[in-house]
């Protein structure tokens, strides 16, 4: 019996701990994936705030107006850029599509891209005059933060994508 009783608590503690791992004690207000995207054109469940803005500007203590102004701003674009997205989404699967076939047709080639181009060059206006649009809004303190934000920022950025980059390159280079 001593023997035993040892055995059938490990066995139940064995039992346990997979049904313990599935159990969720916490009610969650969102789905799982909530901080991935949804595919091509979606954007993610947390690309606004709580409050309906941006991350970025979430740090800023906007008041009630400039809320106001900047989701007048914002909320028009999403829809567009939804659209932008799935136009790009098409025809990168329909380029590498070309790339992947046993004839590749130049011309065509051509034509996807330069719309691929196209497609980024308005996005990334759009991008710039909503930006400045947002900009506009903000107060001379804000608009100090913001820079400081983005300083921060730009420099861990840089620092771990680029450099990154050329490690890779040595190492290769060794190899051959």
């Known amino acids: 019996m001593k023997i035993a009783t040892p055995i059938l608590v490990l066995a139940l503690a064995t039992m346990a701990i997979p049904l313990a791992s599935q159990a969720d004690p916490v009610k969650r207000d969102r789905c799982e994936h909530a901080l991935k995207s949804h595919g091509a054109g979606r954007l993610p469940h947390d690309a606004f705030g ?11 203590n906007l008041s009630d107006s400039q809320q106001d102004k900047v989701f007048e701003i914002v909320y028009p674009q999403v ?64 608009r100090k933060q913001l820079a400081e934000m983005r300083q921060h920022h ?9 450099h990154h980059g050329s490690d890779q390159t040595k190492k290769l280079e060794r190899l051959l």
């Open 154 to 162: 730009a420099e861990g950025f840089s620092k771990s994508r680029f």
């Open 50 to 60: 709580a409050r309906g803005l941006p991350p970025h500007l979430s740090a800023l």
């Open 79 to 142: 829809p567009k850029i939804r659209q932008s997205e799935k136009q790009r989404e098409q025809l990168m699967t329909e380029l590498r599509a070309l790339s992947n076939s046993a004839t590749f047709d130049s011309d065509k080639a051509k034509q996807l891209t330069e719309k691929l181009a196209e497609i980024e060059q308005e996005s990334m206006f759009n991008r710039a005059s909503t930006d400045n649009q947002i900009f506009l809004i903000l107060s001379p303190e804000q």
